[in-house]
């Protein structure tokens, strides 16, 4: 099975900062790579598909590169509805998504 | 619009089934392969299944294989969740999400609001 390592787990930030999350895969995945928002108490939504493009409706800010067993979704100046839990996924052979990135205010 | 609406969690006793059920609306539900994912309280999100277009092939985590059941039936515009033999494990929100495949590369969108099972005596 691939595992999926995020990291950090947690990090604070304020608003206007760079911010840039990391996913490293335990194999080769190629560019089947995705990454998705989640706020509380709400499903998780699309950001970026397939390492870098962006999904219809999500704001420029985001963007999304890497390839092979590397990646990283960066927030280039960081807006108060972002603050929320980040996850990147795998669909190269089957599913599997990391442990999540929490996104808190500083 | 696209929407993904689950309903049938609650509280069941361990050992005990349950099914979920989850309406599709606003696209052509019968060309889509469908998944569900869930999360446990404060956790990650976890793959749990999925189902090809027809109904004809269908896959499960190791968590939940020979237990649960995809199933869906696309002159009613819906997916299931078949779970049988619940564990305290497996009590989680269920989300069903919707398959989006470009050439090679997939990923889940949307997703449902979730509905939540609570597997406790």
């Known amino acids: 099975d691939i595992q999926m390592t995020q990291s950090p787990s947690s990090l604070s930030a304020s608003v206007g900062d760079r911010v840039t999350i990391t996913c490293r895969a335990s194999?080769?995945?190629?560019?089947?790579l995705n990454w998705y928002q989640q706020k509380p108490g709400k499903a998780p939504k699309l950001l970026i598909y397939?390492?870098?493009s962006l999904q219809s409706g999500v704001p420029s800010r985001f963007s999304g590169s890497g390839s092979g067993t590397d990646f990283t979704l960066t927030i280039s100046s960081l807006q108060p509805e972002d603050f929320a839990t980040y996850y990147c996924?795998?669909?190269?052979?089957?599913?599997?998504f990391g442990q999540g990135t929490k996104l808190e205010i500083k | 619009e696209v929407q993904l609406v689950e309903s049938g969690g609650g509280l069941v006793q361990p050992g005990g089934s349950l099914r979920l059920s989850c309406a599709a609306s606003?696209?052509?539900?019968?060309?889509?392969?469908m998944h569900w994912v869930r999360q446990a309280p404060g956790k990650g999100l976890v793959w749990v299944s999925r189902?090809?277009?027809?109904?004809?092939?269908?896959s499960y985590a190791d968590s939940v294989k020979g237990r649960f059941t995809i199933s869906r039936d696309n002159a009613k515009n819906t997916l299931y969740l078949q779970m049988n033999s619940l564990r305290a494990e497996d009590t989680a929100v269920y989300y069903c999400?919707?398959?989006?495949?470009?050439?090679?590369?997939?990923?889940?969108?949307?997703w449902g609001q979730g509905t939540l099972v609570t597997v406790s005596s």
């Open positions: 999400a919707r398959d989006h495949l470009v050439t090679t590369v997939n990923w889940f969108d949307p």
């Open positions: 606003g696209f052509t539900f019968s060309s889509y392969w």
């Open positions: 189902i090809n277009s027809d109904g004809s092939s269908t």
């Open positions: 194999q080769s995945i190629s560019s089947y």
């Open positions: 397939a390492a870098s």
């Open positions: 996924q795998q669909s190269y052979s089957a599913y599997t």
